[in-house]
Protein backbone atom coordinates (compact mmCIF):
# COMPACT_ATOMS: atom_id res chain seq x y z
CA UNK A 1 0.00 0.00 0.00
CA UNK A 2 2.92 2.37 0.62
CA UNK A 3 4.81 1.69 -2.42
CA UNK A 4 1.12 2.56 -4.09
CA UNK A 5 0.87 5.83 -2.72
CA UNK A 6 4.46 6.62 -3.54
CA UNK A 7 3.96 6.41 -7.06
CA UNK A 8 0.66 8.01 -6.61
CA UNK A 9 2.30 11.05 -5.43
CA UNK A 10 4.95 10.75 -8.09
CA UNK A 11 2.90 11.00 -10.56
CA UNK A 12 0.41 13.93 -9.16
CA UNK A 13 3.61 16.05 -9.03
CA UNK A 14 5.10 15.21 -12.16
CA UNK A 15 1.66 16.33 -13.90
CA UNK A 16 1.19 18.96 -12.05
CA UNK A 17 4.89 20.39 -12.89
CA UNK A 18 4.01 19.83 -16.57
CA UNK A 19 1.22 22.34 -16.27
CA UNK A 20 3.39 24.92 -14.43
CA UNK A 21 6.03 24.68 -17.40
CA UNK A 22 2.85 25.62 -19.87
CA UNK A 23 1.47 28.90 -17.93
CA UNK A 24 2.27 31.79 -19.23
CA UNK A 25 1.30 34.32 -22.27
CA UNK A 26 1.61 33.53 -25.90
CA UNK A 27 1.34 35.08 -28.83
CA UNK A 28 2.12 34.58 -32.68
CA UNK A 29 2.53 36.79 -35.52
CA UNK A 30 -0.76 37.23 -36.86
CA UNK A 31 -2.45 38.78 -33.89
CA UNK A 32 -3.24 36.17 -31.92
CA UNK A 33 -2.18 35.91 -28.09
CA UNK A 34 -3.64 33.37 -25.10
CA UNK A 35 -3.09 33.88 -21.55
CA UNK A 36 -2.82 30.60 -19.82
CA UNK A 37 -3.37 31.18 -15.85
CA UNK A 38 -2.53 28.72 -13.50
CA UNK A 39 -6.11 28.30 -12.41
CA UNK A 40 -6.38 26.74 -15.93
CA UNK A 41 -8.52 29.49 -17.18
CA UNK A 42 -7.53 31.46 -20.07
CA UNK A 43 -8.27 34.37 -22.52
CA UNK A 44 -7.51 34.15 -26.38
CA UNK A 45 -7.18 37.78 -27.82
CA UNK A 46 -7.20 38.67 -31.81
CA UNK A 47 -6.24 41.96 -32.81
CA UNK A 48 -5.80 43.06 -36.63
CA UNK A 49 -5.61 46.60 -37.78
CA UNK A 50 -9.46 48.07 -36.46
CA UNK A 51 -11.05 44.31 -35.68
CA UNK A 52 -10.60 42.65 -32.27
CA UNK A 53 -11.80 39.51 -31.01
CA UNK A 54 -11.81 37.90 -27.44
CA UNK A 55 -12.56 34.75 -25.31
CA UNK A 56 -12.13 33.42 -21.99
CA UNK A 57 -12.59 30.20 -20.78
CA UNK A 58 -10.67 26.97 -19.02
CA UNK A 59 -8.00 24.77 -20.24
CA UNK A 60 -6.60 21.68 -19.38
CA UNK A 61 -3.46 19.48 -20.56
CA UNK A 62 -3.72 16.03 -21.76
CA UNK A 63 -0.53 14.68 -22.23
CA UNK A 64 0.97 17.63 -24.54
CA UNK A 65 -2.13 18.54 -25.97
CA UNK A 66 -3.54 21.74 -24.08
CA UNK A 67 -7.84 21.67 -24.47
CA UNK A 68 -10.31 25.18 -24.90
CA UNK A 69 -13.76 25.66 -23.53
CA UNK A 70 -14.80 28.75 -24.08
CA UNK A 71 -17.46 30.50 -21.12
CA UNK A 72 -19.52 32.56 -23.05
CA UNK A 73 -20.75 36.04 -21.44
CA UNK A 74 -23.47 37.00 -22.52
CA UNK A 75 -25.29 40.45 -22.81
CA UNK A 76 -29.32 40.81 -22.55
CA UNK A 77 -31.21 42.43 -25.27
CA UNK A 78 -34.25 43.18 -24.36
CA UNK A 79 -37.13 43.32 -27.62
CA UNK A 80 -40.84 44.21 -28.00
CA UNK A 81 -42.64 42.09 -30.35
CA UNK A 82 -45.40 43.36 -32.90
CA UNK A 83 -47.92 42.35 -29.71
CA UNK A 84 -45.78 44.77 -27.78
CA UNK A 85 -45.02 41.67 -25.50
CA UNK A 86 -41.50 42.76 -24.00
CA UNK A 87 -39.34 39.60 -23.96
CA UNK A 88 -35.35 39.45 -23.39
CA UNK A 89 -32.92 37.51 -25.26
CA UNK A 90 -29.71 36.43 -24.45
CA UNK A 91 -26.64 37.73 -27.08
CA UNK A 92 -22.59 36.67 -26.26
CA UNK A 93 -21.52 39.61 -25.62
CA UNK A 94 -18.91 42.35 -27.59
CA UNK A 95 -17.10 43.13 -24.77
CA UNK A 96 -16.42 41.44 -21.03
CA UNK A 97 -19.24 42.71 -19.15
CA UNK A 98 -22.69 41.85 -19.22
CA UNK A 99 -24.51 44.43 -19.97
CA UNK A 100 -28.71 45.21 -21.38
CA UNK A 101 -30.03 46.70 -24.34
CA UNK A 102 -32.57 47.80 -26.11
CA UNK A 103 -32.76 46.54 -29.48
CA UNK A 104 -31.83 50.53 -30.54
CA UNK A 105 -28.98 50.51 -28.48
CA UNK A 106 -27.64 47.23 -29.80
CA UNK A 107 -28.56 48.65 -33.45
CA UNK A 108 -26.33 51.67 -32.82
CA UNK A 109 -23.32 49.54 -30.94
CA UNK A 110 -23.49 47.22 -34.15
CA UNK A 111 -23.53 50.29 -36.32
CA UNK A 112 -20.43 51.83 -34.28
CA UNK A 113 -17.96 49.08 -34.20
CA UNK A 114 -18.26 47.14 -37.25
CA UNK A 115 -20.46 44.41 -36.09
CA UNK A 116 -19.64 41.42 -33.78
CA UNK A 117 -16.47 40.36 -34.75
CA UNK A 118 -15.40 37.07 -33.32
CA UNK A 119 -12.07 35.39 -34.57
CA UNK A 120 -12.67 31.49 -33.64
CA UNK A 121 -10.02 30.71 -30.98
CA UNK A 122 -8.44 27.33 -31.18
CA UNK A 123 -10.12 24.18 -29.84
CA UNK A 124 -6.71 22.35 -29.06
CA UNK A 125 -3.15 23.57 -29.81
CA UNK A 126 0.11 20.46 -28.69
CA UNK A 127 3.19 21.92 -26.20
CA UNK A 128 6.26 21.57 -27.66
CA UNK A 129 9.57 22.82 -26.86
CA UNK A 130 7.97 25.64 -24.81
CA UNK A 131 5.91 26.47 -28.57
CA UNK A 132 1.83 25.72 -28.71
CA UNK A 133 1.50 23.99 -32.16
CA UNK A 134 -2.15 24.19 -34.34
CA UNK A 135 -3.38 20.96 -34.94
CA UNK A 136 -5.36 20.28 -38.68
CA UNK A 137 -6.36 17.01 -39.65
CA UNK A 138 -4.40 15.68 -36.76
CA UNK A 139 -0.96 16.99 -37.74
CA UNK A 140 1.51 20.00 -36.41
CA UNK A 141 0.96 22.90 -38.33
CA UNK A 142 4.82 23.54 -39.04
CA UNK A 143 5.09 25.65 -42.21
CA UNK A 144 5.94 29.36 -42.27
CA UNK A 145 2.82 30.51 -43.32
CA UNK A 146 2.17 33.87 -45.54
CA UNK A 147 1.18 37.03 -43.60
CA UNK A 148 -1.19 39.62 -44.45
CA UNK A 149 -0.78 42.26 -47.22
CA UNK A 150 2.79 40.71 -47.64
CA UNK A 151 4.81 37.94 -49.31
CA UNK A 152 6.72 37.44 -46.36
CA UNK A 153 6.41 33.99 -44.27
CA UNK A 154 6.23 33.67 -40.66
CA UNK A 155 6.31 31.10 -37.83
CA UNK A 156 2.33 29.76 -37.59
CA UNK A 157 3.17 28.75 -34.01
CA UNK A 158 2.70 30.62 -30.29
CA UNK A 159 5.80 31.36 -28.25
CA UNK A 160 5.91 32.72 -25.03
CA UNK A 161 6.02 36.44 -25.02
CA UNK A 162 6.54 39.27 -21.84
CA UNK A 163 3.69 41.45 -23.91
Request: charged residues 25%; hydrophobic residues 35%.
Amino acid sequence: MKILTIIFLLTLSLSLFGQDKIVGRYRDYFGSHILLNADRTFKYTWNFDMSASWTKGTWRLTGDTVYFEMVPTFDTLSQTNSSGILSDTLILSTDEIPERFTQTEFAAMLLSSGGQNRMNYPDKLFFKKGRLYKIQNGKLVTKKQKGFWTSKKWDPWFFKSDD
